[in-house]
């Protein structure tokens, strides 16, 4: 039994998908980056979805990064990390992941940074926002946003992108991407590099593309239920 048309079939619907809510926001699809995110499954599964024409995966936890990345044959995607970091493993990623999307407390930021910079690397970050105040998530408030943006640009080794959320679950996601959006532009305005909103997963990636996503970080709509 082949997994291959299975994962075909998912991505064209999440491909029609993103389609149809880019056209009723007026954008353009090419303006939406889709990230499958792939922990969990087997380098197989993602040598079927790079095969079936994508090319951006995620992974959540630096252990997994890495053994990604020794795969062989080499997997050959481009890694963006998107869990949590903790400072110890930083190196296992700083260098590897093209964005790390989840860069939710200062120490972690610095710790990049100076791992960047001893390599003479900048790495490219979102800084991750707690956009419904859940206990249970990472992130900072939108409150303190503008002031973590502001200081990580002082740091050489460290270019923040934007910003990327993971709305609480109770949330009206429409409500929480539109605020979202509303802070990306606002500190666009002053820092022009803040372009990224990575927000929306497998069940809110549409009304995440109605208010501005521009990376939407999708696992099992694409690779199928986790076990
Ligand atoms: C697992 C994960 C996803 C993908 O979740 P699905 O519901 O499987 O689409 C997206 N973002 C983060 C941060 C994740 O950990």
Redesign the pocket.
């Given at each position: 039994m082949s997994a291959a048309p299975t994962v075909t079939a998912r991505i064209e619907e999440v491909r029609a998908r993103m389609a149809a809510a880019a056209d009723s926001a007026g954008r353009s699809l090419s303006g939406v980056t889709l990230?499958a995110?792939s922990?969990t499954f087997p380098d197989d599964a993602v040598r079927a979805v790079r095969d079936a024409g994508l090319l951006d995966f995620?992974e959540?936890r630096a252990q997994a990064l890495q053994q990604r990345l020794e795969a062989s044959p080499p997997l050959a995607v481009r890694w963006h990390f998107?869990?949590r970091l903790q400072r110890n493993k930083v190196e296992m990623v700083v260098g590897h992941a093209t964005l790390i999307?989840?860069v939710d407390r200062m120490a972690l930021a610095e710790r990049i940074a100076d791992v960047a910079a001893a390599g003479d690397r900048v790495q490219r970050v979102l800084v991750q926002v707690n956009v419904s105040d859940d206990p249970d998530k990472a992130g900072f408030t939108v409150e303190e946003t503008a002031g973590t943006v502001a200081r990580l640009r002082q740091l050489p080794g460290i270019s923040v992108q934007g910003l990327?959320t993971?709305p609480a679950l109770h949330a009206d996601p429409a409500d929480a991407f539109q605020r979202m959006r509303n802070l990306r532009d606002d500190l666009r305005s002053h820092f022009p590099e803040v372009v990224h909103l990575s927000m929306g997963?497998?069940?809110d990636?549409e009304p995440a593309i109605l208010h501005g996503a521009t990376i939407i970080?999708?696992?099992?709509?694409?690779?199928g239920p986790?076990q």
């Open positions: 990230v995110v922990k995620g959540s998107v869990g999307h989840s990327m993971i997963m497998s069940g990636y970080r999708v696992g099992t709509g694409i690779f986790r």
